[in-house]
C-alpha cells in the first residue's frame, strides 16, 4: 500500500524463508523501491533459533527450540 502511494523505498524484515518468497513474488514489480531482508529485528545482532509455526500459517517466533537458524539484527541498527 506505500508503494502504490508513493513511498520512495519500504524495507521488509521478514526471518521465515516461506514468506520471504512471498514477499519477492508480491513486490516484485515495486523493485528497486522495495528491500526485502531475511532476518528476524529484535534486541542484538547475530543469529537466532525461529520456529515457525505450521506449514499453514504464516506466524513464527523466535524459540531456543526452534528449528531453523536466521539472522538478527537490533530494531536501532534497522532504524538508524
Known amino acids: 500500500a506505500c508503494l502504490e502511494r508513493g513511498a520512495g523505498l519500504v524495507s521488509c524484515w521478514e526471518p521465515c524463508p516461506e514468506n520471504v518468497a512471498y514477499l519477492r513474488r508480491n513486490l516484485q514489480p515495486y523493485e528497486p523501491r522495495a528491500e526485502i531482508h531475511h ?3 529484535g534486541s542484538w545482532d547475530g543469529q ?6 505450521s506449514v499453514r500459517t504464516a ?3 523466535v524459540a531456543e527450540d526452534g528449528l531453523l537458524v536466521v539472522p538478527a539484527i537490533r530494531l536501532n541498527t534497522v532504524l538508524c
Open 39 to 41: 532476518a528476524a529485528v
Open 48 to 53: 537466532v533459533r525461529f520456529r515457525p509455526e
Open 59 to 61: 506466524m513464527g517466533r
